[in-house]
């Protein structure tokens, strides 16, 4: 259970700020349209590296969903996953050409998704660090069925902790996903300003939600960066996580993926030449 949860808690000039309902939406630059979501718990800040080198040719349009970072939630009758995505398509449906998807983790889960809903829409999609169903990434023998009791255990768990014991967790889980030690107390005030319910019912959606079957309709050109390094501490070796990932993507009809050096789950921070290197290549 401890390893379980370590590994799930993770997330210019001429910029406009906008807001699309619930979506808080920041665009600069000019070219081509490009959609960046950020992953669990996480603002659009994350980006800001990402956006300074990409903005230079394209058009970015930085999400932060709501909730999460300073984003106030919205409500989720609907369920997480469903309205994330109802959010995503509006927006997108609302821009006059075609757009790239990159998504971190929960933001790479919820690009599978709209890469599917929307293939006219959707030109290329970079998926950094996420899995179509993450608790197999963890747990071979893991459905949709089996890991609801452990979900909805860990879902109580977290909201059931006080301030105190939340922030507590956060602190010693998070150094996980990051080995960027300036950039580890903003995924921490990131996670900390995040709407615990949100963030509890996101994680709830991810572990019993399989979208791999899925991939066989999604024929959207994919760029999937995986991260192992962190994994060394408990038996993970590139290899093993480069099987994971290629099993679990094999449905997809156009898939590209590739291992980052010594990456943590936040690629984009631990090894940011590697991966603007995979990026750049990849979107032309």
């Known amino acids: ?39 669990l718990a996480s603002s659009g800040e994350v980006w800001d ?13 930085v999400v932060t969903l709501p909730g999460f970072g300073t ?13 994330m ?5 509006e927006y997108i ?13 929960l933001g790479g889960f919820l690009s599978l998704h709209l890469a599917k809903n929307l293939p006219d829409k959707i030109e290329k999609a970079v998926i950094v660090d996420s899995y179509p169903f993450y ?3 963890f747990n071979p023998a893991a459905s949709a069925e089996n890991m609801r009791p452990m979900a909805e255990q860990m879902k109580e768990l977290m909201l059931a902790q006080s301030p105190a014991q939340y922030r507590a ?9 990051t080995s960027n030690s300036e950039k580890l107390p903003l995924a921490v005030e990131w996670s900390l300003q995040s709407d615990r319910l949100t963030t509890a019912q996101a994680m709830y959606e991810l572990m019993t939600n399989d979208y791999r079957e899925d991939l066989a309709e999604v024929n959207t050109p994919l760029l999937v960066l995986g991260a192992w390094y962190s994994g060394k501490n408990y038996g993970l070796t590139e290899e093993s996580v480069l ?8 449905l997809a009809q156009n898939v590209q993926i590739e291992m980052a050096p010594t990456a943590h789950h936040f690629i984009m921070w631990d090894n940011p030449e590697w991966f603007l290197e995979q990026l750049n290549q990849f979107l032309k």
């Open 1 to 39: 259970m401890k390893k379980f949860i370590l590994l799930f808690f993770v997330i210019f000039s001429n910029v406009s700020l906008s807001f699309s309902q619930e979506l808080q939406v920041k665009v600069s630059g000019k070219g081509p349209a490009v959609l960046l979501i950020p992953g």
């Open 49 to 61: 590296e990402t956006v300074e080198n990409l903005s230079q040719n394209f058009e970015c349009h």
């Open 71 to 83: 984003n106030p939630s919205t409500d989720l009758q609907a369920g997480f996953i469903s309205t």
């Open 85 to 89: 995505e109802n959010l995503l398509e």
């Open 93 to 105: 449906k609302k821009q006059p050409k075609q757009i790239i998807l990159i998504g971190h983790s």
């Open 135 to 137: 608790s197999a990434a």
């Open 169 to 177: 967790q956060q602190e010693a889980t998070l150094p996980i996903m």
């Open 243 to 250: 099987q994971n990932f290629q099993n679990q993507y094999q």
